[in-house]
């Protein structure tokens, strides 16, 4: 699988390489903690019949529903695999589409069933298991800092142009004085 790098080399001292001569990248190690986590979830919800997107999307929909068109914004999904994910969660009888009489009729809502409300509790579960032991590993200063610098981080992004973030070199050098090119 190819992974994709930012232009500059952060070199961070780290516990194996206290000098910070590291190749980490923010990005290469986000994605790669990401993609173990996202296989880890994979193997559990493919046991019940569900994929990692069809849990998640159970474990943001509250018991008074969830607007159809709010689904794929929540959850940073695109529209065409929300309306898949929804299409086989339907099908399988752990939610239901409908309208809220006397409103608006193009307004679609889409709610759990008893069937995916028990999905749903278990889904919880198996997250709040991993989040504890993630705890029970790093303490809760660790875990504290750990989202500090994801805030940190997505509000860079959220705050940059794609240009400022990918090319603006000098930008990123004056914020970080310890970068190497790659």
């Known amino acids: 699988m190819h992974a994709y790098y930012i232009y500059l080399t952060l070199g961070m001292p780290t516990t194996n390489n206290p000098a910070g001569k590291s190749k980490r990248t923010v990005c290469f190690d986000t994605r790669l903690t990401w993609l173990n ?8 919800a ?19 529903g969830l607007p159809v068109t709010q689904v794929a914004p929540k959850l940073g999904m695109e529209p065409s695999s929300t309306t898949r994910t929804l299409n086989k969660l339907e099908n ?43 705890r029970n590993r790093l303490g809760d200063a660790k875990l504290a800092v750990f989202f500090e610098c994801m805030d940190t981080i997505n509000g860079l992004i959220g705050s940059l142009s794609p240009h400022q973030l990918m090319g603006n070199a000098s ?6 004085p310890n970068t190497v090119e790659v």
């Open 37 to 44: 986590i996202a296989r880890m979830y994979h193997f559990e």
């Open 92 to 134: 399988d009888g752990l939610i239901e589409r409908y309208r809220i009489p006397g409103q608006d009729r193009r307004q679609v809502m889409v709610r759990l069933t008893p069937q995916g409300i028990a999905a749903r509790e278990l889904a919880k579960e198996r997250v709040r298991h991993f989040n504890r032991l993630v």
């Open 171 to 176: 930008l990123q050098a004056s914020t970080h």
């Open 46 to 64: 493919e046991s019940y019949g569900l994929s990692v997107s069809s849990a998640y999307l159970l474990l943001h929909i509250e018991a008074e």
